[in-house]
């Protein structure tokens, strides 16, 4: 199958509203693609995988212009450069480290066998080694990205989403209500909670005050988050903040 369509990256971490970023893209008329497909994105073949496996369970949308995809784990790298495509637009998405640590071992707490990220030790591990990682892709790429604080897709979508319009050079508005997809809620697809099945932006934030972070954790997750958001901001060729 020919493929003619650019492509949108996100690359974030876990629990930083990426599954409602990615609905809110995934419900635009330009744009296929919402959940994460666990991909690298090394080589042109890795395009066409992409396709193929977005086909399994949606169809293109008529007169549509991308595909969307997500990246929240280090395993899986995207190398802009080494794809042979022209047409790529790369966003950049943090959320704090409190918030995101207590929700990733809410998460994994309730899976049915232990897993190593209900552990808060081992959640803030894996965000530091993300968002370091996510640094040194901003470092390194010379491809131009947008870095937006997670933190606005709840807070402040009204000012976000005309900058993501903007940036994306869509034809049409983002907008806060979204559709509900075949993967929606499946796990190993995102978000499986409830409020994924809403349709529009829910501002209320989840309290996980049952969660405790060892300071020593959390200090080293403060660090790293201050320092590489920094450094993505000062990279970018736009931002927004909250």
């Not at 994105?41 to 991308?66: H, T, V």
């Not at 501002?203 to 972070?213: L, W």
């Not at 403060?222 to 736009?238: K, L, P, S, T, V």
């Amino acid at each position: 199958m020919s493929d003619p369509y650019a492509r949108i990256f996100l690359l974030s971490h876990m629990r930083a509203y990426t599954s409602l970023a990615g609905h809110i893209l995934g419900s635009h008329p330009q744009i296929n693609g919402y959940y994460e497909m666990h991909l690298s994105y090394e080589s042109p073949s890795a395009l066409n995988r992409q396709l193929e496996l977005f086909l399994q369970g949606d169809a293109l949308k008529p007169a549509s212009r991308y595909l969307f995809d997500k990246l929240l784990h280090n395993d899986y790298r995207l190398r802009p450069e080494r794809l042979g495509l022209a047409d790529i637009r790369i966003l950049l998405s943090l959320a704090e480290p409190k918030h995101t640590i207590k929700s990733i071992v809410h998460l994994f707490a309730q899976k049915p066998d232990p897993d190593l990220y209900a552990s808060p030790v081992a959640a803030a591990d894996y965000y530091v080694a993300r968002v370091r990682a996510l640094a040194e892709f901003c470092r390194t790429t010379e491809w131009p990205y947008h870095y937006f604080d997670a933190e606005l897709l709840l807070r402040a979508p009204e000012q976000l989403l005309p900058r993501l319009t903007k940036w994306l050079e869509l034809d049409s508005p983002l907008s806060e209500r979204y559709q509900i997809f075949s993967q929606t809620g499946k796990a190993g697809r995102g978000d499986t909670s409830p409020r994924i099945h809403r349709g529009s932006v829910d501002r209320a934030r989840s309290d996980y005050a049952h969660v405790t972070i060892p300071q020593a954790a959390l200090s080293a997750a403060q660090e790293a988050y201050g320092a590489c958001r920094e450094e993505m901001i000062a990279n970018a060729a736009d931002s927004i903040l909250s």
